[in-house]
């Protein structure tokens, strides 16, 4: 036999881990003394963003332009540090450690292919021909 015993609930406390703009991670914060981010600006970045580099007249298929990893954002000076990506000719992303910039948000735009922003939902979706990857012991 299975003894049962009922409990009533006081009381929660949630703590969580937060990345700033800035890179740095505060770490058990308490979730209640913190807001959320309703609203993003067209220059508000964040570390991991992928971004690319805006150009004269706002031509989003402009050949030849940088794509960039966003490593860190000072919201104050308005500015971000940006690791250039190299790329092949059709703008696909083909590796990392590329040099690293200090440059103005106001240069940059979110990238057409990888823009996911906080607060998305993002799906990976496999083509028919293609098997989803197994997972556990096969």
């Not at 993003?40 to 970045?45: A, P």
């Not at 690319?52 to 706002?58: A, I, N, S, Y």
């Amino acid at each position: 036999s299975v003894e049962r015993v009922t409990v009533q609930v006081v009381g929660t406390h949630t703590r969580i881990d937060v990345m700033w703009q800035d890179g740095t991670v505060l770490r058990g914060a308490e979730a209640a003394a913190l807001l959320p981010v309703r609203h993003l600006g067209e220059h508000d970045f964040w570390p991991e963003e992928y971004v690319l580099e805006r150009v004269e007249g706002g031509d989003h298929t402009a050949p030849n332009r940088r794509v960039g990893l966003v490593r860190k954002v000072d919201a104050v000076e308005r500015v971000a540090d940006v690791e250039w990506l190299q790329t092949d000719a059709q703008g696909r992303i083909r590796a990392n450690g590329g040099e690293m910039e200090v440059v103005s948000v106001y240069e940059l735009m979110e990238h057409i292919d990888y823009s996911y922003r906080l607060g998305d939902v993002v799906l990976r979706l496999f083509p028919p021909e293609e098997e989803a990857p197994k997972e556990g012991p096969e």
